[in-house]
């Protein structure tokens, strides 16, 4: 099945870009997703991308994907203590399902 | 258009009795996914249902864990004897019929947080 892996921890300064990678394993996975969870909440979705394409920006969010290193990111540009929190990587094929990371830690110090 | 609701937000279990979470889907949404998150993990898919109908348990626990969404009121997961182990999160998230994950994402409620003692 999908196994999909994040590290675990990052600190960055506010202002400065946040860079959270992410691997999946099952190259069917067509489409690819990042949730945001704020500490005791549910989870947000913040951006999506389908596999046919490399880049997506969405306002300070640019998620890369590299589908031949099955690797994908999501960039923070300025970021902002609000944007601590925990940001998981999800990805789905053609199921229903959902196989996320274990999250990564975004600590944002002032 | 209130979103997908959980309830309770926390609950408290001694070893051994039962716990039961709600999950009322968005208005219009016949499905409910169940997920459950253990401590410092991502989220794991237990289970997907449609009114009456459960489409895919492959990830619930084989012994203990049940779910069920009936006709009229919210999707129930129900833990037996609950163990330390089933301490986490639980959350749900809910679809029109036609929905897929691999549409845009699912919405998912604010999570019940179950906790053995």
């Known amino acids: 099945g999908e196994d999909v892996e994040q590290s675990l921890f990052l600190s960055v300064r506010e202002g400065d870009s946040s860079v959270i990678n992410c691997t999946y394993t099952?190259?069917?996975?067509?489409?690819l997703y990042w949730y945001k969870q704020e500490p005791g909440a549910g989870l947000q979705l913040l951006t999506y991308i389908f596999s046919n394409m490399d880049m997506k920006q969405d306002q300070r969010l640019t998620v890369l994907l590299n589908k031949k290193d099955k690797h994908l990111s999501l960039r923070i540009a300025d970021t902002q203590t609000g944007d601590s929190a925990i940001y998981f990587c999800a990805a789905a094929g053609s199921a229903r399902q959902l196989t996320f990371g274990s999250g990564t830690q975004l600590t944002v110090l002032p | 258009n209130a979103g997908v609701m959980q309830n309770p937000r926390h609950l408290v279990r001694r070893r051994g009795q039962e716990a039961r979470l709600r999950c009322s889907p968005m208005k219009g949404h016949s499905h409910v996914y169940w997920y459950r998150q253990l401590p410092e993990e991502g989220l794991k898919f237990m289970v997907y249902l449609q009114k009456e109908n459960i489409i895919d348990e492959s990830g619930m626990p084989k012994e203990r864990f049940s779910a069920e969404f009936p006709k009229e009121g919210p999707s129930i997961l129900r833990i037996q004897q609950v163990v330390r182990g089933d301490s986490a999160a639980y959350f749900c998230?809910?679809?029109?019929?036609?929905?897929?994950?691999?549409?845009?994402?699912?919405?998912f409620g604010s999570g019940t947080r179950l906790t053995v003692v």
């Open positions: 998230a809910s679809s029109p019929p036609l929905y897929r994950a691999s549409d845009y994402g699912y919405t």
């Open positions: 099952d190259s069917s996975s067509t489409y």
